[in-house]
Nanobody, 129 residues
Framework: EVHIVESGGGLVQAGGSLRLSCEASGVSFDPHAIGWFRQAPGKDREGVSFISSSDGSTYYADSVKGRFTISSDSAKNTVYLQMNSLKPEDTAVYYC??????????????????????WGQGTQVTVSS
């Protein structure tokens, strides 16, 4: 059974940084993908980034490229999302998700929440102007 716990959200001023953590236990099959989605009030959940366990490939939404960095620590079963130069429009609940086994086209995987198999409860990120 996969269990996901997100942490690291909070309130930050525009231009600031936060690091989100996603601890995903029970992910014992390779390859798999672990990623981040976000959902702002009144908006659809959108893909932010994900990392593939097979080769460490990373993928980002255009809106966060150059500002966010995803990384993983396999020993801790944890994926991190370093968010720099935060903007008010980054305000959202951030969800961690797992695709296991890794099987979907990267573009589709970053676009379609239904392709992901497991979800965390989310962590709130608020960026003030």
């Amino acid at each position: 059974e996969v269990h996901i716990v997100e942490s690291g959200g909070g309130l930050v001023q525009a231009g600031g940084s936060l690091r989100l953590s996603c601890e995903a236990s029970g992910v014992s099959f390779d390859p798999h993908a672990i990623g981040w989605f976000r959902q702002a009030p009144g908006k659809d959940r959108e893909g932010v980034s994900f990392i593939s366990s097979s080769d460490g490939s990373t993928y980002y939404a255009d809106s966060v490229k150059g500002r966010f960095t995803i990384s993983s620590d396999s020993a801790k079963n944890t994926v991190y999302l370093q968010m720099n130069s935060l903007k008010p429009e980054d305000t959202a609940v951030y969800y961690c998700a797992v695709e296991i086994p890794r099987r979907s086209n990267p573009t589709l995987l970053l676009s379609l929440r239904l392709l992901w198999d497991y979800w965390g409860q989310g962590t709130q990120v608020t960026v003030s102007s």
